[in-house]
């Protein structure tokens, strides 16, 4: 068990708006940096170097906008959070230069940021998870979301239903270039560590629901891409 906790988290409340609760945020939002990053990074740097293959993957199909994502996240944290760009990659605020791997841009982004990447494309009438880094699941497994549509990933989800999955895709297809989204979610432990993956076929307890005294906070910031 990896014990990794930060001194506050910023909503410690259930949120109340609505599902999906999607609300628009600034452009320097986007992304945390927070009194845990050296040691989310160090956690994120062993996952991506033992369990590769179970924390990162991105399809042909998504490549294009992993390096778009890449570049744009790097460039994003050298504006706004005082990352610095160096001739052999990022040097990082935890003081760990990172070379930048054009040929690998989602294990790239997971060594240089404390959040996890998704890259949903539009297939279709939907959204389709064509790439991600993904260090720290919330109860969920990469290899059986990867290349599903927005409601094949939120099928063990109870709540959603036909309904909920269409307003998700309209707000999907509504987000604009230049203008992110946001959403967060509370969710209680047992295990503090943070990555915990877990089937669909294993549920998590619900005394692990409702007891668990590590609260989880899972912050999603949502951006479209240029092309």
């Given at each position: ?17 609505s ?81 930048i791997?054009d ?9 240089i ?70 959403r ?11 990555f ?11 005394v ?20």
């Amino acid at each position: 068990m990896t014990e990794i906790l930060q001194n506050h988290i910023p909503y410690p409340h259930e949120p109340h708006a609505s599902l999906p609760g999607i609300g628009p945020i600034k452009v320097e939002d986007w992304l945390w940096i927070d009194d845990a990053y050296a040691a989310q990074m160090k956690r994120r740097r062993e996952l991506l170097a033992s369990d590769a293959e179970k924390v990162c993957k991105t399809d042909p199909s998504g490549f294009d906008a992993a390096q778009e994502l890449m570049w744009h996240a790097i460039d994003w944290a050298e504006e706004h959070k005082g990352f610095k760009r160096t001739t052999a990659g990022v040097l990082c605020p935890d003081g760990v230069e990172i070379a930048i791997n054009d040929r690998d841009p989602m294990a790239t982004l997971g060594q240089i940021f404390q959040n996890d990447f998704c890259i949903l494309e539009k297939h279709g009438n939907e959204h389709v998870m064509t790439g991600a880094v993904l260090c720290f699941p919330a109860s969920w497994m990469l290899s059986e979301k990867f290349m599903r549509p927005l409601i094949g990933i939120h099928d063990t989800v109870d709540v959603y239903d036909d309904m909920l999955a269409r307003r998700v895709q309209r707000l999907f297809d509504g987000i604009r270039v230049g203008h992110p989204m946001w959403r967060y979610n509370i969710l209680r432990y047992v295990d503090p560590e943070l990555f915990q993956p877990r089937s669909i076929h294993d549920r998590r307890p619900d005394v692990d629901r409702s007891q668990g005294h590590f609260l989880r906070q899972n912050y999603l910031g949502y951006r479209r891409a240029q092309f």
